[in-house]
T-cell receptor, first 115, second 116 residues
């Protein structure tokens, strides 16, 4: 089975712009979660989607949003980029999403740099 | 609130030796899962091992084992027979199972360096 894929792998934007990141989960996985990783704050949970519905959200401003499509692929969007949004954005998928013991498998991440 | 603490910013070990990476946790949920992930410099988080709070035995996966001490709220990762390829960041993470959500809370990580 192919793993979690994320595109693009690297992105450079300027302040004020917006960006969309994409994540394709492992085939058959229906839950997709997003995390932000920075040197200062570490790994922080952004949101989780299951069956096209956001069912959990971390403590991030409304500039961060996401969605999930019927094929379980997910996108996250960051509007009005700030320098502090520079980070590695990781997507993770898990199988049913109904079992809390499901293991999350991560993609390679998208490294966003905001200038 | 759930919290994961990894007190070792960096660890050094020689090839073929065993190493223990520490992880302590705090949660008010009696039902939780503990995970360890490895993150090489490429950035991808690689799942290593899982331990459930009600599991009677310590988890093992190949060269990885988890020393789970529930009363002490610790879940240390033991890597036996270290290899050069084990050099990476290691993260301990926890999920509170009663929420039904997939959210993981991570520790700050331990950077492991394996020397020849």
């Amino acid at each position: 089975k192919a793993g979690v894929t994320q595109t693009p792998r690297y992105l450079i934007k300027t302040r004020g712009q917006q960006v969309t990141l994409s994540c394709s989960p492992i085939s058959g996985h229906r839950s997709v979660s997003w995390y932000q990783q920075t040197p200062g704050q570490g790994l922080q949970f952004l949101f989780e989607y299951f069956s096209e519905t956001q069912r959990n959200k971390g403590n991030f401003p409304g500039r961060f949003s996401g969605r999930q499509f019927s094929n379980s692929r997910s996108e996250m969007n960051v509007s009005t980029l700030e320098l502090g949004d520079s980070a590695l954005y990781l997507c993770a998928s898990s199988s049913s999403g109904s079992l809390s013991t499901d293991t999350q498998y991560f993609g390679p991440g998208t490294r966003l740099t905001v200038l | 609130a759930q919290k994961i603490t990894q007190t070792q910013p960096g660890m050094f070990v020689q090839e073929k030796e065993a190493v223990t990476l520490d992880c302590t946790y705090d949660t008010s949920d009696p039902s939780y899962g503990l995970f360890w992930y490895k993150q090489p410099s490429s950035g991808e988080m690689i799942f290593l091992i899982y331990q459930g709070s009600y599991d009677q035995q310590n988890a093992t996966e190949g060269r990885y084992s988890l020393n789970f001490q529930k009363a002490r709220k610790s879940a240390n990762l033991v890597i036996s027979a270290s290899q050069l390829g084990d050099s990476a960041m290691y993260f301990c993470a926890m999920r509170e199972l009663n929420t039904g959500f997939q959210k993981l809370v991570f520790g700050t990580g331990t950077r492991l360096l394996v020397s020849p």
